[in-house]
């Protein structure tokens, strides 16, 4: 596959860095507010921003059905921090896990932190926490693939893959790399 196309669902929060980021891979993407903007996906990365306003969005713009029909395709899915709550079961439902908003605690108890991520090679992912979620509890079918304090801050259920923090802003890219690598999979196994 030479460039995938992978959307970024824009209706709130920081798109553009994880454009930048996937455009930096080698990734088309492509901004995505309505329905039609989903035709033609290998991906989709749902970016952070806050939760209640982006289900908001989504009710308004006649996206949630439209966007679990492109999870139902198998198309692969990357939440970042209120990405992750948006794929929980409480919203989108298209993973098999719940997160605990503003689980570290509010906006002046934002952290970073070196966090080991299984699948990722290399030395620690610096993670940039904002408000961060977690993952509160999960299915048999979620692997788990970093914690904080016990507690899940990176997950992957098959083709898709969530964060409770924001890697677009610490300029770590492995993260988006290896979302890159399941839509490539997934690319490569339908020819």
């Known amino acids: 596959m030479d460039a995938p196309v992978v959307g970024i669902l824009a209706l709130q929060g920081d798109f553009a860095a994880h454009a930048r980021t996937l455009r930096e891979l080698g990734a088309e993407p492509r901004e995505v507010r309505v329905p039609a903007d989903l035709d033609g996906l290998d991906g989709l990365v749902i970016p952070g921003g806050e939760s209640t306003t982006m289900t908001l969005g989504i009710e308004r ?36 896990l719940r997160a605990e908003r503003n689980a570290f605690g509010r906006q002046v108890r934002s952290f970073e932190a070196d966090l080991e ?68 999979a997934r690319a490569g196994a339908r020819r």
């Open 61 to 96: 713009e006649r996206l949630a059905e439209p966007l679990r029909e492109l999870a139902a395709a198998g198309t692969p899915l990357f939440g970042t921090c209120a990405g992750l709550i948006m794929l929980d079961r409480d919203h989108l439902g298209l993973m098999d």
């Open 117 to 184: 991520i299984a699948g990722i090679d290399g030395p620690p992912v610096r993670a940039v926490f904002i408000r961060a979620p977690w993952v509160a509890e999960h299915g048999e079918g979620v692997e788990l693939l970093a914690e904080i304090d016990g507690r899940p801050v990176a997950v992957r259920q098959g083709d898709r893959l969530a964060i409770s923090f924001h890697p677009e802003l610490s300029g770590e890219t492995r993260l988006h790399a290896l979302f890159l690598e399941l839509v490539r």
